[in-house]
């Protein structure tokens, strides 16, 4: 079965630091999609990305960056320059490609505070 | 307009109540979700309707009944709730399946008394 463990129930920083989130996944396919989603307090998930697991190129966005490595099983996304904007709680999930699990699994989340 | 719609946005509802959730998607997607949201768990996947049909039922209980009569709206009946049951329920829609980009709306936090 698949699993999305976010160790990192809460954390604060205090505006301009970077932060890191970290993601790590269980799972017995070899192909299977990674995501990361934002929830801010008004409750909508908003997607960030999503990567195959055969692309293990770093991303950035923005502010925003993710460090795929097949080889420790993480996908940790990274915020640089923190804002107050970016508190929220940040879920990480995966979703195999075959197989009986078909669900998008999701990690129980991060929450990030952004202190002015 | 936001891409997908859930009303209410709150509910407060008596254990002998029968009430609906609503979710309505404006992206013309094939495929609609139900997610359970509880207070430090993970979210919880309900139910999954593709093309109307329903693909999965993750062994929800009988008291909540999805009904999705066409692509673009999806309702939870609740009905008999118990207490536990309060949550964010989030409503989600994608073009394809579940390895697609889901897109979600804001949720109806449901408070059963």
């Known amino acids: 079965a698949q699993k999305v463990t976010q160790a990192q129930t809460e954390i604060s920083v205090v505006e301009k630091e970077d932060v890191t989130l970290d993601c790590v996944y269980e799972t017995r396919d070899t192909t299977y999609y990674l995501f990361w989603y934002k929830q801010p307090p008004s409750g909508e998930l908003v997607f960030l990305i999503r990567?195959?697991?055969?692309?293990?190129q770093n991303e950035i966005s923005g502010r925003y960056s993710w460090n795929f490595q097949k080889s420790t099983s993480s996908f940790n996304f990274t915020i640089t320059a923190s804002q107050v904007v970016d508190s929220a709680v940040y879920f990480c999930a995966l979703s195999e490609v075959s197989g009986s699990a078909r669900q998008l699994t999701f990690g129980s989340g991060t929450q990030l505070t952004v202190l002015p | 307009e936001t891409g997908v719609t859930q009303t209410p946005r709150h509910l407060v509802m008596g254990m002998t109540n029968k009430k609906s959730l609503k979710c309505e998607q404006h992206l013309g997607h094939n495929a609609m979700y139900w997610y359970k949201q509880s207070a430090k768990k993970p979210l919880e996947l309900m139910f999954v309707?593709?093309?109307?049909?329903?693909?999965e039922n993750n062994s929800v209980p009988s008291r909540f009944s999805p009904e999705c009569p066409n692509s673009s709206h999806l309702f939870l009946h609740l009905h008999t709730l118990q207490p536990e049951d309060s949550a964010l329920y989030l409503c989600?829609?994608?073009?394809?399946?579940?390895?697609?980009?889901?897109?979600f709306g804001a949720g109806t936090r449901l408070s059963v008394l």
């Open positions: 989600a829609s994608s073009q394809g399946g579940e390895n697609t980009i889901q897109y």
């Open positions: 309707y593709n093309f109307k049909e329903q693909t």
């Open positions: 990567r195959n697991s055969f692309d293990e």
